[in-house]
C-alpha cells in the first residue's frame, strides 16, 4: 500500500493515456545520466498541464523553473506555432540540460530559456512588456512561491491561469512552526490566495509516483 500501489496507479494511468514519447523517456533518460533528483512533474501531471494550457489556448506561457525542461515541453507542445513559452532557470547545468532536451522535441524555436535568479528575470520580463502571459506554472524554489505569485499576477490578465506544483509536501504544509523556510513560503503562498481579490483557486491533494504532494490552480478574475 501507499508509495508502491500510488506508483503503481500511475504506472497505469500512463500507460492507458499517455502514450509512450521518444523525446520525454529520453528527458526523464537525461535527467538520470546527468544525477537530476526527481523533481519533474509525473507524465500524467505533464499532460495535465499540457491540457490546461489547450484549454485556455494560451499562447504565451511563462514558467518559473525549468529544471529538466520535461514540463517545458509538455507546455511546449500546447502552444500554437506563433506560440511562446519563456521559462525560468537558475541554475546554468539544468538551463543547458532542458536546453537540449527541448530541441530533441523539436521545440526549441518555440521556448526561451532565460538563465539566472527567476526574481530578477521576472522584473526583467515586466519591464520589457512581456506580458500577460496566458498559463503560468510555479515550479522553482518553493520559499519563493509567494514572490513568483505576485509576479505572476503582475504578468497576468483576467482569465489568466495560473498553476502551483508542490503546494502540500507530504502535509507538511499543515505544520505552521514548521522551520523549513521551503514549508513556509508555500504557507504564506496559500494565505495569499485566500486573501487576494484577484483571485479564484482551489488546490488539489496528489499522490503518485512523486509521492504526497498537491497542485494549486488559480484563476486571474479581474
Ligand atoms: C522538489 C521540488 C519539486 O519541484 C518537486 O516537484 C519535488 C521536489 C524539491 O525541491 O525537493
Ligand atoms: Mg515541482
Redesign the pocket.
Known amino acids: 500500500m501507499g508509495q508502491k500501489l500510488w506508483t503503481a496507479v500511475d504506472r497505469y494511468i500512463s500507460e492507458r493515456l499517455i502514450p509512450s514519447d521518444a523525446a520525454l523517456d529520453e528527458t526523464q533518460r537525461a535527467s538520470l545520466r546527468a544525477g537530476f533528483?526527481?523533481?519533474?512533474?509525473a507524465p500524467n501531471q505533464g499532460k495535465m498541464l499540457h491540457l490546461l494550457a489547450r484549454i485556455r489556448e494560451a499562447k504565451k506561457i511563462l514558467e518559473i523553473?525549468t529544471?529538466s525542461g520535461y514540463s517545458a515541453i509538455w507546455l511546449a507542445r500546447a502552444l500554437p506555432p506563433d506560440g511562446k513559452l519563456v521559462s525560468l532557470e537558475l541554475d546554468p547545468k539544468n538551463a543547458a540540460v532542458a536546453s537540449a532536451n527541448l530541441a530533441r522535441a523539436g521545440l526549441s524555436s518555440l521556448v526561451e530559456i532565460r538563465t539566472g535568479q527567476a526574481l530578477k528575470s521576472l522584473s526583467k520580463l515586466y519591464d520589457e512588456g512581456a506580458g500577460p502571459f496566458d498559463l503560468v506554472f510555479i515550479?522553482?524554489?518553493?520559499r519563493n512561491h509567494p514572490a513568483y505569485l505576485e509576479w505572476a499576477l503582475r504578468l497576468s490578465r483576467p482569465g489568466t491561469v495560473i498553476v502551483a506544483?508542490?503546494v502540500v509536501r507530504e502535509g507538511a504544509v499543515l505544520d505552521a512552526k514548521h522551520p523549513d523556510p521551503?514549508i513556509q513560503g508555500v504557507r504564506r503562498f496559500c494565505e495569499i490566495l485566500a486573501k487576494e481579490p484577484r483571485l479564484d483557486a482551489t488546490a488539489l491533494q496528489t499522490v503518485g509516483s512523486?509521492g504526497h504532494?498537491g497542485f494549486c490552480l488559480a484563476l486571474v478574475v479581474r
Do not use: L, Q
Request: net charge negative; glycine share 6%; aromatic share 12%.
Open positions: 533528483p526527481s523533481f519533474d512533474v523553473g529544471f515550479d522553482a524554489d518553493k506544483d508542490n521551503d512523486k504532494d
